[in-house]
C-alpha cells in the first residue's frame, strides 16, 4: 500500500510531507486548489511522463519521493528480485524533474530509469482518471475489461502471439504458392553462396588473429634486428650495458650499507631489479631462438586475407560480418527448403493453426462464463445507481475470420430502462449513465485484480443525490479489501471515507501554494458542510454534515 508522499518544489507546491492509511481516503477542497497535483506527482513518481512545466517557479527542480509497504506484494517483490535491487518491506520510487526538463529516478536509493520506475509502478498503483469513461466507448477497452473479469488476460495474450506465428506462417505459403519459380531461384543462389562461403571456413574471431599475424610477419626483419639490439643494451652488451651497471651499482651499495644501515631498502630494490632484468634478457633470448623469417607463412597469411576480402567485396559487407552473413543465409535456406518440401509448410501451418485455436476456444469460453456474470453484477449496481429497470448485456459475436483477438467480437450492451432492448454502449448510454456504468465496471473489476491500491479522479463527474451516496458505499465496500484514494467534489462520497485529506490554497510573499493536510473530526463536519452548502455555512448544513459523518 502507498505509505507516504513528499513532494519539494512542485508546481505550485513548495514542501509537503503527506502520511496514507489503509482503505478508504477522499480528497476534497475548493476547485483550482491543487487536487490533481497529487495525481500529477503520483504519476510521475510511477514513470509517467513529463509533458510540462512542473518545477515550481524560480527553483532549479522538483522531487517527488513515495513510499510503499510491499510486505505482501508478491508482484513487486519478484520484480525487484529480478532486477537485482536489494528487497526491503518499504520500498521508496523517487524522480527529480529539472526545471530544463531532464530528469532522474531511483529505486530505494539506487538510479533506475524512469522505465524501471513504470514497470514497479504497474505492480503498486492503477489510477483512474477523470475521462476513464470515455475510454468505455472503445471495443478494445471492452475487451480488456471483460478478459480481466473473467482471469484471462494471460491467456488472451498467448492467443495474440499464436494468432501471429499461425499468421506469418499462412502468408509465408500464399507467397510461395505465388512466386514458386522465384523462391526455387532465391534458393538456387542461396545454396551457392553458402557452399562458397563454408568453403571459405572463417570464422569470426579468426580476422584479428590474421591482422595481428601479418603484421608480425611483415616486419620479421625489423621485429628480429629491434630484439638483438635491446638484448645487447640488457645484458649481452662488450662494452657496457644495463646489467653490469646495476651489477656495480649493487656491488657498490653493499660496501655502502656497512657505514649506513639505512641503505638497506635501496639495496634490496636494487636486488629486485637485477632479478627483473636477467629474467627480461632470459625470455627475449628464448623468444629470438624461436623467432625466424617465415616468407612461406606470410605468403599464406596474404593470400588468406585476400580471400577473405575478396568475398567481402562481394557481398558487399565488412570482412568480419562474413559469419553471421552465412548463418542469416542458412536460416533463409532452411525456411526456402521447408517451402519447396512438398506439404511440409502446409504442415506448419496446420500445427500453428490447431495451437491457435485450441487457446481461443478456451478464451471463448472463459469469455461466455465471465459474459454472463458481470452482464449480472452490473445489471444490479445500475438498480442502486438510480438506473431503475436498465439492463446491462456483453454480446460475443463471432468473427468472420479469426483474429489475434480470438474467435469473436466483444461488446457492451445497455438500455437505460425497463422494455428497450439494450444497444451499443457508444450509441444509446448519456454522459451520467456513461459515468455510472464505468464507475461500476471499475469497482466491479478492481476487486479482482492484485494491484494493492487505486486512485479514482473524480470518476463520480456527472453524479448526484442518493446516487453519489451509493457510489460512496461502492468505494467504502471496495477500501475493505484495498487501499482506495478518491478525489471527489460530492460530499456524500466524501463522508463514506475513513480518512479525509483536504486541499487549499494561499497566497504568500505574491506566490500561489497549495496545501493538502488530514482532516479531525470537526474539520471533517466543516469541510463537508461546505461540499454541501457552498459559501454560507448554516448551523443546519452543519448538523446534516454531521448526519452524514455518522457525529452525534
Known amino acids: 500500500m502507498l505509505q507516504a508522499l513528499s513532494i519539494r518544489d512542485f508546481v505550485i507546491v513548495d514542501t509537503l510531507e503527506l502520511e496514507f492509511s489503509a482503505g478508504y481516503t477522499a480528497l476534497t477542497g475548493e476547485t483550482g486548489a491543487g487536487k490533481s497535483i497529487l495525481i500529477d506527482a503520483l504519476s510521475l513518481s510511477l514513470g509517467a511522463r513529463n509533458e510540462g512545466d512542473v518545477t ?84 478494445a477497452t471492452q475487451r480488456d475489461i471483460l478478459d480481466a473479469y473473467a482471469q484471462a488476460s494471460p491467456l488472451a495474450k498467448q492467443v495474440a502471439k499464436l494468432y501471429k506465428d499461425w499468421f506469418q506462417l499462412q ?42 599475424e601479418h603484421v608480425r610477419l611483415s616486419n620479421g626483419a625489423s621485429l628480429l634486428s629491434g630484439m638483438e639490439a635491446s ?86 559487407i565488412k570482412p568480419d560480418e562474413l559469419p553471421e552473413l552465412l548463418a542469416k543465409q542458412l536460416q533463409r535456406v532452411a525456411e526456402l527448403e521447408g517451402f519447396s518440401d512438398d506439404g511440409a509448410l502446409a504442415r506448419q501451418v496446420q500445427l500453428a493453426w490447431k495451437a491457435y485455436h485450441e487457446q481461443a476456444t478456451q478464451l471463448s469460453s472463459a469469455r461466455q462464463q465471465a459474459a454472463q456474470r458481470l452482464a449480472k453484477t452490473i445489471t444490479e449496481q445500475m438498480q442502486a445507481l438510480s438506473l431503475k429497470g436498465g439492463q446491462f448485456a456483453v454480446a460475443l459475436t463471432t468473427s468472420s475470420e479469426p483474429t489475434a483477438h480470438g474467435l469473436e467480437q466483444v461488446e457492451f450492451l445497455v438500455a437505460g430502462h425497463a422494455g428497450v432492448e439494450p444497444r451499443p454502449l457508444n450509441k444509446v448510454a448519456s454522459g451520467g449513465e456513461l459515468s455510472r456504468i464505468s464507475l461500476a465496471l471499475q469497482v466491479t473489476t478492481a476487486s479482482l485484480g492484485t494491484v494493492p491500491c487505486m486512485i479514482f479522479d473524480e470518476v463520480d463527474v456527472g453524479i448526484g443525490g442518493g446516487v453519489a451516496e451509493v457510489v460512496g458505499r461502492l468505494l467504502n465496500q471496495l477500501g475493505q479489501h484495498r487501499q482506495v484514494l478518491v478525489i471527489t467534489h460530492l460530499a456524500q462520497v466524501a463522508a463514506q471515507a ?55
Open 56 to 139: 515550481r517557479k524560480g527553483c532549479e527542480k522538483a522531487e517527488i519521493s513515495t513510499t510503499f509497504d510491499i510486505a505482501d506484494n508478491l508482484a513487486a517483490r519478484d520484480w525487484l528480485q529480478a532486477q537485482e535491487i536489494d528487497i526491503e518491506d518499504a520500498l521508496v520510487l523517487r524522480r527529480v524533474i529539472y526545471a530544463d526538463g531532464r530528469s532522474r529516478a531511483f529505486i530505494n536509493g539506487a538510479s533506475a530509469t524512469v522505465g524501471q520506475l513504470r514497470e514497479i509502478g504497474e505492480t503498486l498503483i492503477d489510477i483512474y482518471s477523470q475521462n476513464a469513461h470515455h475510454s468505455l466507448l472503445k471495443i
Open 171 to 212: 502468408q509465408q505459403q500464399l507467397a510461395y504458392e505465388k512466386n514458386s519459380s522465384q523462391f526455387a531461384e532465391e534458393l538456387a543462389e542461396l545454396r551457392d553462396s553458402t557452399r562458397e562461403l563454408k568453403q571459405l571456413g572463417f570464422a569470426s574471431d579468426e580476422w584479428q588473429a590474421l591482422q595481428q
Open 231 to 316: 638484448l645487447q643494451m640488457m645484458s649481452e652488451g662488450d662494452e657496457v650495458n644495463a646489467l653490469d651497471l646495476l651489477s656495480q651499482a649493487q656491488t657498490k651499495l653493499a660496501e655502502l650499507q656497512a657505514m649506513d644501515a639505512g641503505l638497506q631498502a635501496i639495496a634490496e630494490n636494487l636486488d629486485s631489479a637485477v632479478v627483473q632484468l636477467e629474467e627480461a634478457s632470459r625470455a627475449l633470448n628464448r623468444y629470438l631462438q624461436k623467432s625466424e623469417l617465415d616468407p612461406e607463412r606470410l605468403a599464406e597469411v596474404e593470400a588468406r586475407i585476400q580471400a577473405i576480402h575478396g568475398a567481402a567485396r562481394k557481398f558487399r
Open 498 to 552: 475513513q480518512q479525509h485529506l483536504q486541499v487549499s490554497k494561499s497566497e504568500q510573499q505574491g506566490a500561489t501554494l497549495s496545501r493538502i493536510r488530514a482532516l479531525d473530526a470537526s474539520e471533517r463536519v466543516e469541510e463537508v458542510a461546505r461540499m454541501l452548502g457552498g459559501l454560507q455555512i448554516t448551523e443546519t448544513t452543519r448538523n446534516h454534515a454531521r448526519e452524514m459523518l455518522g457525529i452525534a
